[in-house]
T-cell receptor
Framework: GESVGLHLPTLSVQEGDNSIINCAYS??????FIWYKQESGKGPQFIID?????DKRQGQRVTVLLNKTVKHLSLQIAATQPGDSAVYFC????????????FGGGTRLMVKP | ETGVTQTPRHLVMGMTNKKSLKCEQH?????MYWYKQSAKKPLELMFV???????ENNSVPSRFSPECPNSSHLFLHLHTLQPEDSALYLC???????????FGPGTRLTVL
């Protein structure tokens, strides 16, 4: 289930450091955003979501920030662990588009022990 | 495990073959999806079924034919595929009123 995109941007961090993964979305009418994590051999797994009426949401060790002015989304992972190594995707939902999500290209996170 | 299973996990087929991919969800959801994940593009939505009716066909070629016999099962029938159709095919499910989609592990398809 890995994403084998040859041109995936890669972020390499030291174990214990904080990670920040960025995503630029395309449509100012998008009203809902999700971050997914995809480990090798598995399908994407939900991490955290945020609606457009918020600019920050926190989960366990993860924080999503939304800047609608510049159409930018970021995922912050605190105290990154080797198990966080994966490809991370952001997805956006166009307002009134039902369950239709548009996914970004993904970022590969590599955690060095 | 996410509660969404897919079979087979790997499939190799010739361009003249006919095969089917199967997806089953054990979550009680009423919407199911097929996505294509290839090396050169972001995850692409192919089909959406809600309450067993197709609500989206994202300009997918007719050589891909979905079937949703009930809310727990989704099939993708394949015939006369091309090598460029080689990809990971992912199934997902969700509740209509919830946007969180739960993904299966995918079927790695290789078309020779």
């Amino acid at each position: 289930g890995e994403s084998v995109g040859l041109h995936l941007p890669t972020l390499s961090v030291q174990e214990g450091d904080n990670s920040i993964i960025n995503c630029a979305y395309s449509n100012s009418a998008s009203d809902y955003f999700i971050w997914y994590k995809q480990e090798s051999g598995k399908g994407p797994q939900f991490i955290i979501d945020i609606r457009s009426n918020m600019d920050k949401r926190q989960g366990q060790r993860v924080t999503v920030l939304l800047n609608k002015t510049v159409k930018h989304l970021s995922l912050q992972i605190a105290a990154t662990q080797p198990g966080d190594s994966a490809v991370y995707f952001c997805a956006e939902r166009l307002n009134n588009a039902g369950n239709m999500l548009t996914f970004g290209g993904g970022t590969r996170l590599m955690v060095k022990p | 495990e996410t509660g969404v299973t897919q079979t087979p996990r790997h499939l190799v087929m010739g361009m003249t073959n006919k095969k089917s991919l199967k997806c089953e969800q054990h979550l009680g959801h009423n919407a199911m999806y097929w996505y294509k994940q290839s090396a050169k593009k972001p995850l692409e939505l192919m089909f959406v079924y809600s309450l067993e009716e197709r609500v989206e066909n994202n300009s997918v070629p007719s050589r891909f034919s979905p079937e949703c016999p009930n809310s727990s099962h989704l099939f993708l029938h394949l015939h006369t595929l091309q090598p460029e159709d080689s990809a990971l095919y992912l199934c997902a499910s969700s509740q209509d009123e919830s946007y969180e989609q739960f993904f299966g592990p995918g079927t790695r398809l290789t078309v020779l």
